[in-house]
């Protein structure tokens, strides 16, 4: 009965590869979004999708590209990996657009960098 | 642990003690404020929010004070128990055009001794 999930919960590669991050809500929410959390736990949005729509961007390399194939699943791609992309990526869940709404997140995903 | 080495502000407590964290804001347009709490290992938990519109709101065991003026924002845990130990982080929204977008503090690690 788990809320937000993402996958994997660890993911230990290499620079330079390519990876991916799943996550899915069952809450019937309609926006989703990612987080990155640094190593000072500073957490930060990343982007959000409402409704399948891309709708906060904020400036992230391109070499993330995030995709909502439905409402309830927004997953994240991350190319050339770097050193510095090594964090905890979080995905949440909230119902609407409007900002008053609580967000709710996943168990994040540990994303090391050889 | 995991906080070793990390600088974030500190609240030790025994048990049974009142706690109070405070947060301070950046954005005098942000009309939406939730206080999340993160354990070791986890994504952040929603405890309780506040919209600017109020000044105080309970919930079971906690309490949030706004004070728009000086732009502040506290939690106020009763009867602190060993459970809540944890990083609290404060998080605003600027609501209008903003989507959701929230905006994290750097977070306070809570230690509760029994």
């Known amino acids: 009965d788990t809320a937000v999930s993402q996958t994997p919960k660890y993911l230990v590669t290499q620079m330079g590869n390519d990876k991916s991050i799943k996550c899915e809500q069952n809450l019937g929410h309609d926006t989703m979004y990612w987080y990155k959390q640094d190593s000072k736990k500073f957490l930060k949005i990343m982007f959000s999708?409402?409704?399948?729509?891309?709708?906060i961007n904020e400036t992230v390399p391109n070499r993330f590209s995030p995709k909502s194939p439905d409402k309830a699943h927004l997953n994240l791609h991350i190319n050339s990996l770097e050193l510095g992309d090594s964090a905890v990526y979080f995905c949440?869940?909230?119902?609407?657009?409007?900002?008053?709404?609580?967000?709710?997140f996943g168990d994040g995903t540990r994303l090391s960098i050889l | 642990g995991e906080s070793v080495g990390l600088h974030l502000p500190t609240l030790s407590v025994q048990e049974g003690d009142n706690s109070i964290i405070n947060c301070a804001y950046s954005n005098s347009a942000s009309d939406y404020f939730i206080w999340y709490k993160q354990e070791s290992g986890k994504g952040p938990q929603f405890i309780i929010d506040?919209?600017?519109?109020?000044d105080k709101r309970q919930g079971q065991r906690v309490t949030v004070l706004l004070n728009k003026t000086v732009k502040h924002l506290s939690l106020q845990i009763a009867a602190t128990q060993p459970g809540d130990s944890a990083v609290y982080f404060c998080?605003?929204?600027?609501?209008?055009?903003?989507?959701?977008?929230?905006?994290f503090g750097q977070g306070t690690i809570l230690t509760v001794h029994p």
């Open positions: 998080a605003e929204n600027a609501g209008g055009t903003s989507y959701g977008k929230l905006t």
């Open positions: 949440a869940s909230s119902q609407g657009t409007p900002s008053n709404q609580p967000q709710h």
């Open positions: 506040i919209r600017s519109n109020m």
């Open positions: 999708y409402n409704n399948k729509e891309l709708i």
